[in-house]
Structure formats: C-alpha cells, structure tokens
C-alpha cells in the first residue's frame, strides 16, 4: 500500500514569504502529525490532527499553522518565512490518536529560507 | 518533561561486528518506544515498536529490547553491513502534551565500514 506523501520535496523560498506543504497519509490512518527537523535541535514537533481538528500543539510561534481535510490530508502553513525555519519539515500519520500502534513517516519537505 | 538521550552520538564499526545502540529516557510513564532509521536527506523508516507491556521485539537482524522501570531501551544489530550505515533514532510516546506523543532521542550515526 501507498506510504506517507509529502509535497513538493524540495522549497526554495525568500524571507518574509509564507509556504504550504502538504502530507497525505497512510489510507486508512485518520491522525497526522508534524515535525521539524535541524541539525542543532533535532526532531522536535508541531502539531497533530486527528479527525481535522487539531489535538495537540509544540511550542512553535502562531505563524506555524495547520489544517486538515476530510479526507484525512493534512497541509501546515508557515507565514513570514524566517531563516531560522530552513529545515525538513516531516509528516507522520498514524492508525490511531496517540500512535498506539506506532508512525509511518513520509520522505519530509526540505525547505530553505534565503 | 520528557528527555530522551542516544549514546553514543556516533559509531563506526568494521562490517560483520554485533553492535548495540543505547536509548534513555526521564520518564518511564511511556506507553511505546519506537526505534527508527534515517538515511541522509532522507524521512525515518520504522524498524521496530516495542508495547509498554513488551520486553523486546525482533526483526531480522534487530532486537530491541525495553526497561521501562529504568528507562532504558537498546537496539542490537547483529552481523552489521555497510548498508546499516545510517542515523538511528530512538522515540518514546507519552500521552500527548506540548512534546508531542513521539518524543526523540539525538540518534546515533552509525558507519559500517567494508
């Protein structure tokens, strides 16, 4: 069966942009969630949704933002691109809320900030 | 607050050796732990998840096991190869919460050489 989808793999984008990735998980898994991922922070992570409405939040500023659909696709937004946001951003879907039985990761989008 | 920690951080290893990589966690409230791969550039592949209930799981050439009482997992890979070379990360869900349900370890970098 079809893994994780993220689109488009790679972005460049100019400070003061705003960008939308997009994650299509696994059919039949109903929970999506986001991280990021740099090399001095590591993993660390942004939001989950599950049945579109987010459930649960990290600590990120409100211009880190998401949604997701009926069909389960999920997209995460980020306005007034900063440097600092260069990074692969990483979707993981999951059967369940929670990840009882564990995450499937996609290949990531790498984004770049000039 | 959770904190997760691999060691060691890197690894080089001549290929056909037993290795075993180190995961601990904080807080043994956890429910799953789940060990990952990461080839450069690339999303994670989950290679095992281990229950809160499980000792150990195998596959293939791995075996992970759990302590939940010290806060311990390892991860054994046994007859290394160099296509082993990759970034092995460790995570452990909690139940939900500003981390996140996947809280990550650092990973180590692992180096099989020929």
């Known amino acids: 069966k079809a893994g994780v989808t993220q689109t488009p793999r790679y972005l460049i984008k100019t400070r003061g942009q705003q960008v939308t990735l997009s994650c299509s998980p696994i059919s039949g898994h109903r929970s999506v969630s986001w991280y990021q991922q740099t090399p001095g922070q590591g993993l660390q992570f942004l939001f989950e949704?599950?049945?579109?409405?987010?459930?649960n939040k990290g600590n990120f500023p409100g211009r880190f933002s998401g949604r997701q659909f009926s069909n389960s696709r999920s997209e995460m937004n980020v306005s007034t691109l900063e440097l600092g946001d260069s990074a692969l951003y990483l979707c993981?879907?999951?059967?369940?809320?929670?990840?009882?039985?564990?995450?499937?990761f996609g290949s990531g989008t790498r984004l770049t900030v000039v | 607050k959770q904190e997760v920690t691999q060691i060691p951080a890197a690894l080089s290893v001549p290929e056909g050796e037993n290795l075993v990589l180190n995961c601990s966690f904080t807080?043994?409230?956890?429910?799953?732990l789940q060990w990952f791969r990461q080839d450069p550039g690339k999303g994670l592949t989950s290679l095992l998840l281990?229950?809160?209930?499980?000792r150990e799981q195998t596959s293939g050439r791995l075996n992970a096991s759990l302590d939940k009482s010290s806060g311990r997992s390892t991860l054994y890979i046994a007859a290394s190869q160099p296509g082993d070379s990759a970034t092995y990360l460790c995570a452990v869900m909690n139940y939900g919460g500003s981390q996140g349900n996947l809280i990550f370890g650092k990973g180590t970098k692992l180096s099989v050489k020929p």
């Open positions: 281990i229950q809160s209930s499980q």
């Open positions: 993981a879907s999951s059967l369940a809320l929670g990840g009882a039985y564990g995450y499937t």
């Open positions: 807080d043994s409230a956890i429910y799953n």
């Open positions: 949704y599950f049945s579109e409405t987010q459930r």
